[in-house]
């Protein structure tokens, strides 16, 4: 039976291979794992930009406006 070149296990790799995809692999982790706390700091951020402007556009803050009350003259009959 002929194992297919995927999945060539551990002990048929040269060493230097080994250790090439463990410094590889190594290396890829922090990228990882600032992309993940950065997304999340980056959300919290967009949360937050949403709850201030909510705050803004409440309608406590916003001055009341006066309509002027219709008369005969403006009303359409």
Not at 6 to 30: G, H, R
Not at 54 to 61: M, N, Q, S, V
């Amino acid at each position: 039976m002929q194992t297919s070149p995927s999945f060539v296990s551990k002990q048929a790799m040269p060493a230097s291979s080994c250790d090439q995809i463990n410094v590889l692999t190594s290396f890829s982790v922090a990228p990882l794992l600032v992309a993940l706390v950065g997304g999340r700091l980056a959300i919290q951020a967009v949360q937050q930009l949403g709850a201030a402007s909510e705050e803004i556009f409440r309608g406590e803050l916003l001055p009341s406006l006066r309509f002027p009350e219709p008369t005969q003259h403006n009303m359409i009959e």
